[in-house]
């Protein structure tokens, strides 16, 4: 065994500000249905979209050596599109185990288009990070990107997994910010670019005003966590995974139920 293979049951590390990254962690779950878990909720510090680059940038790398140093995972998916666009090269530096990252599905969605016009739903930190152009030069030259960020889709997605009833003109209002751009009555694919959205995938194609088809990261991200992952030894039978929040436990206890699909059944404060 050399110093790199693996615990037999190290977990593989979710990280997202909230309940997000269990859109990325379910299709993660296809591929390594024995990978113990540990799924982390930065609920003390949710929403990520509304704050500023520096914000995320000193918190997010901070964080996550924390959570190494205390939970020893294999790997380590950052499954927030906010906080990998802004600061996943960061925490590469400072941590020594594979990072998997989460960022828009730009080329997917390249793609797919037949319209040659694609639509960005992100948070608003998100869609104005360069890391999009990037991504937009490098994968979808030949598209138009058109970009709307929503500060309120994340905190709806939260809310509905809580079990509460969320107001519909939210879904309404994040469509229409994207649709009625100028050239929006074109896209014909729409990135949802926040792992909170495709909770709300059924909510958002209820109000496209347009015929859309949605896309996003998650398959992608898991088939990465999976290639990296090839060969590594899992616990015979899977352990239930583990929901760590960095707020309040009582807090949690709305999510249990939702939670409980995940294989999340164990809950902790840090
Ligand atoms: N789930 C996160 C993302 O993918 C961010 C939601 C938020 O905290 O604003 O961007």
Redesign the pocket.
């Known amino acids: 065994m050399d110093s790199k293979t693996p615990d037999i049951d190290a977990p593989i590390l979710f990280f ?3 309940v ?2 269990l859109s990325v962690l379910a299709e993660a779950q296809k591929h390594l249905p024995k990978a113990p878990v540990i799924y982390v909720s930065d609920s003390a510090a ?5 704050k500023s680059e520096k914000e995320i940038a000193t918190r997010v790398p901070v964080l996550l050596g924390k959570l190494a140093e205390r939970f020893h995972p294999r790997l380590i998916t950052i ?5 990998s666009t802004i600061a996943l090269d960061s925490v590469r530096q400072v941590l020594d185990i594979p990072i998997v990252g ?1 960022v828009p599905a730009v080329k997917p969605a390249a793609e797919m288009t037949k319209t040659g016009v694609i639509g960005l739903l ?2 608003e ?2 869609v104005r990070q360069p890391y999009i152009d990037v991504l937009a030069q490098k994968f979808a030259k030949d598209a138009v990107l058109l970009r709307h960020g929503s500060a309120e889709l ?1 905190p709806a997605a939260e809310a509905m997994m809580r079990g509460e009833q969320v107001d519909a003109q939210i879904y309404a209002r994040a469509m229409h910010g994207l649709l009625e751009q100028p050239r929006g009555d074109e896209i014909d694919i729409v990135i949802l ?4 959205f495709p909770l709300i995938e059924k909510q958002l194609a209820d109000h496209a005003t347009t015929s859309v088809q949605f896309v996003h990261g998650g398959a992608g991200i898991a088939r990465r966590i999976a290639y990296l992952t090839h060969g590594q030894k899992w616990p015979e039978n899977a352990l239930g995974g583990h929901f760590v929040t960095t707020g309040d436990l009582a807090g949690v206890k709305p999510y249990e139920k939702a939670l409980a699909h995940y294989g999340l059944a164990q809950f902790s404060a840090l």
């Open positions: 997202d500000s909230g997000g990254g949710f929403p990520y979209g509304t499954a927030c599109n906010t906080a989460t992100g948070t930190a998100t994340a670019g926040c792992t909170h």
